[in-house]
C-alpha cells in the first residue's frame, strides 16, 4: 500500500510539476520536479512557524510539494528554490510518511524579494 502511495504521488509530481533547482551554500545543487501553488490559509494553522519577523504574511507564501528522493527538509532555512519563472526562498519543510515510509516533501517557500537568506 505505502510503495503504491509513494508511486502515485512521483507520478503526479512528474506529470503536473514543474522543473525547480534548490541551492544552498556549502551544499550541491539538485535539480527536481515539485509542485508549486499558493498556500491557502486555514485558520492559520499552515502559517504557524512561516510568519516574517513582523509576524505579518502576505500573499507570498507558496506550498511546495516535491518528491521524496530530494530531502528539502533536511535543507536549512533560506535554502533558495529557483523555478523556471520564480525564485523562492525556504521557510519550513517536513517529509510525509506513511507508517515508516516517506511519501513526499512538504514545505512552505516565499518568493524571493532581494533581502531573504
Not at 49 to 75: E, N, P, Q
Not at 93 to 113: D, M
Request: charged residues 25%.
Amino acid at each position: 500500500m505505502t510503495a503504491m502511495t509513494s508511486k502515485y504521488v512521483d507520478m503526479m509530481i512528474e506529470k503536473y510539476g514543474e522543473s525547480v533547482t534548490i541551492q544552498a551554500p556549502d551544499m550541491v545543487s539538485q535539480t527536481t520536479k515539485a509542485i508549486i501553488q499558493p498556500l491557502r490559509k486555514k485558520g492559520g494553522s499552515y502559517y504557524a512557524d512561516a510568519g516574517s519577523d513582523l509576524g505579518i504574511i502576505d500573499d507570498s507564501c507558496f506550498l511546495y510539494i516535491g518528491k521524496k528522493d530530494v530531502r528539502l527538509d533536511l535543507y536549512p532555512f533560506g535554502t533558495t528554490v529557483i523555478a523556471e519563472s520564480e525564485k523562492y526562498v525556504l521557510k519550513k519543510a517536513h517529509k510525509v510518511n506513511v507508517g515508516e515510509n516517506i511519501v513526499h516533501i512538504w514545505g512552505i517557500i516565499q518568493r524571493y524579494n532581494g533581502e531573504d537568506g
